[in-house]
């Protein structure tokens, strides 16, 4: 199976920063790659998928890029609302398989 | 809207079997572009893909747990059933209903989740 290991565990940043998640696949995955932010006591929601393609109705601040093994999330200028936990998942192979998660925290 | 609901008992004893349904609506079941998925997330952990199905009853499970679940689908209700026997605490989870992107004879993300129940094992 694929192991997705994702970098920092947790990140401290303030309102208006750019921040930077990675998110590393056991082997090549294309570009299979998804996305997910998950707010406490809620269901992830779906942010990108195909490594760099935005879901409808989510902001443009959100970017995705990589491909192969290596694939990293960008927001551009965080809001108060993006301190949330964020999450990748592979869908190269079956089983599907997330990454640990990414804790994304108030300055 | 496409909305996905867990229902389903809150506690289940040891050694016994967790069953949830979750149920459809604002959209067809039975579309050809979706699976439908199951996923849990142990409190305060990440989250694990339980598995899933298509409409005609064609699933795939996670290996890891393959030997105690089994994924149902009723398509004149617009649901779909996930069954795990001989439960342990260790199964103690949030567990969610999603709907799963299916092109080209691939599964793809999830892109539509139900609100996710608690279901605690313990006696």
């Known amino acids: 199976a694929i192991r997705m290991t994702q970098s920092p565990s947790s990140l401290s940043a303030s309102t208006g920063d750019r921040v930077t998640i990675t998110c590393r696949a056991s082997?090549?995955?294309?570009?299979?790659l998804a996305w997910y932010q998950q707010k406490p006591g809620k269901a992830p929601k779906l942010l990108i998928y195909?490594?760099?393609t935005l879901q409808s109705g989510v902001p443009s601040r959100f970017s995705g890029s990589g491909s192969g093994t290596d694939f990293t999330l960008t927001i551009s200028c965080l809001q108060s609302e993006d301190f949330a936990t964020y999450y990748c998942?592979?869908?190269?192979?079956?089983?599907?398989?997330f990454g640990q998660g990414t804790r994304l925290e108030i300055k | 809207q496409l909305q996905l609901q867990e229902s389903g008992p809150g506690l289940v004893k040891p050694s016994e079997t967790l069953s949830l349904t979750c149920t459809v609506s604002?959209?067809?079941?039975?579309?050809?572009?979706?699976?439908w998925g199951w996923i849990r997330q142990p409190p305060g952990k990440g989250l694990e893909w339980i598995g899933s199905i298509y409409y005609s009853g064609s699933t795939y499970y996670n290996p890891s747990l393959k030997s105690r679940v089994t994924i149902s689908v009723d398509t004149s209700k617009n649901q779909f059933s996930l069954k795990l026997s001989s439960v342990t605490a260790a199964d103690t989870a949030v567990y969610y209903c999603a709907r799963v992107i299916y092109d080209a004879g691939e599964l793809g993300p999830l892109d539509y989740w139900g609100q996710g129940t608690l279901v605690t094992v313990s006696s």
């Open positions: 195909a490594a760099s």
């Open positions: 082997q090549g995955i294309s570009s299979y």
């Open positions: 604002g959209g067809s079941i039975s579309s050809s572009s979706y699976y």
């Open positions: 998942q592979q869908y190269y192979s079956y089983p599907p398989a």
